[in-house]
């Protein structure tokens, strides 16, 4: 027996080192012609639950505009050059080995421009992908109109991203593509990723990308207020804990925005007639701030000449809220008196409609 699991220690130890040694090594090499002292790597707006711990904080100093990196990775890896002065760049693919790339950074230019002969085979997937696909739909976002026809062309790109893994099933750039769509969007449950997580090829289902990803989207298809319980502050500042047991309304729209929200304060007005209308017919607002601490006084300001009469709580900084994954503003959810989410980032035209339909008056 002794023997036996001394075989099996030496087996695991081997298999680690194996895992060690099949991490591809890269180093990127680059250029940028804004005078910054530094630059970071990171891929786009992707949780830190997703990557591997040693590319949490990856960064370089820039000397004479040049920069460079060195690391070790178990697949091909998406980045994203960052700078807190400037923002972030546009996507890139790196594999084992060396990676040439520019950017600019100066005027909103923030494309990565890599050399053709250091391009990685997922670096070229992707630009193709782009010039022949998605180029042509974030253009229409760019150019949309209204939050209806955004919302629209946004499913385009998830239906662009799908049809080319179909064609791709070891697409490593459909996963991270899914993945940052999938921040990006607050974690929203997406039914149309979750079937198409089967199209992946079984080489890219046995890697903890792969597994992460697919636990929170179940975990979001699951989610709802019912159990959620959230620590706030009220308006004169006392501390209490919203728990949606505690309005006894049929429905309830739940706001996470901020004071200096431009997107927000263009909706919100919508929702004084909306709230008006049907208060007393079983419908709450629930607006949960995420302003930092200089700027509660803000806060209240906007709420009181405003006329935004419904129940206002804070998350002093946001801390609660990203928890729940909630990352941009205006987010809203409508709710049943159970908490069970009916629909998320209703248009404020939506919700007139749906409450006209499903509240007596």
């Given amino acids: 027996m002794k ?9 695991a130890a ?3 080192c194996k895992e060690k040694e099949d991490n591809i090594a890269f180093e990127i090499h680059g250029k940028m012609e804004a005078n910054l002292d530094s630059v970071h790597v990171y891929p786009g ?4 639950k997703f990557l591997d711990t040693t590319l949490y904080d990856f960064s370089s100093i820039v000397d004479k505009g040049n920069f460079s990196f060195k690391g070790k990775a178990p697949y091909p890896q998406m980045m994203n ?23 600019s950074f100066i005027n909103r230019d923030r494309k990565v421009q890599i050399s053709e002969n250091t391009k990685s085979q997922t670096q070229k997937e992707y630009e193709l992908l782009v010039s ?3 180029d042509s739909i974030y253009q229409n976002i760019k150019h949309s109109k209204s939050r209806e026809e955004r919302m629209k062309h946004s499913k385009d790109i998830d239906h662009a991203i799908i049809n080319h893994l179909r064609e791709n099933p070891n697409s490593y750039v459909a996963l991270w593509l899914m993945i940052d769509r999938f921040c990006k969007s607050g974690s929203e449950y997406n039914k149309s990723y979750e079937n198409a997580l089967l199209f992946f090829s079984k080489e890219i289902q046995n890697i903890p ?4 990803f697919k636990n929170n989207l179940i975990k979001k298809k699951n989610f709802s207020f019912e159990n959620t319980l959230i620590s706030l502050k009220s308006l004169d500042n006392q501390p209490i804990v919203f728990d949606i047991k505690n309005h006894k309304n049929k429905y309830i729209l739940i706001d996470f925005w901020f004071s200096f929200c431009k997107p927000c304060l263009l909706e919100m007005p919508k929702y004084i007639p909306i709230y008006s209308k049907y208060k007393k017919h079983g419908f709450e607002i629930v607006s949960i701030s995420v302003d930092n601490t200089e700027d509660i006084p803000n806060w209240i300001k906007v709420i009181n000449e405003n006329n935004f009469s419904w129940s206002h709580y804070l998350d002093e ?4 809220t990203r928890k729940l994954d909630i990352v941009s503003f205006p987010t809203t959810f409508l709710v049943d008196a159970n908490g069970k989410i009916i629909e998320k980032n209703l248009s404020a035209e939506k919700l007139n409609e749906f409450l006209g339909i499903n509240l007596d008056k």
Avoid: A
């Fill in 3 to 11: 023997d036996v699991l001394v075989f099996l220690g030496l087996l």
């Fill in 14 to 16: 081997l298999s680690c």
């Fill in 45 to 48: 707006f992707i949780s830190k």
């Fill in 81 to 103: 050059l960052h700078s807190p002065k400037i923002g972030i760049s546009t996507p890139f693919f790196i594999e084992e080995g060396y990676t040439n790339l520019s950017v």
């Fill in 132 to 134: 022949t696909k998605l």
């Fill in 209 to 212: 990308l792969y597994k992460i």
């Fill in 317 to 320: 900084n946001g801390l609660e």
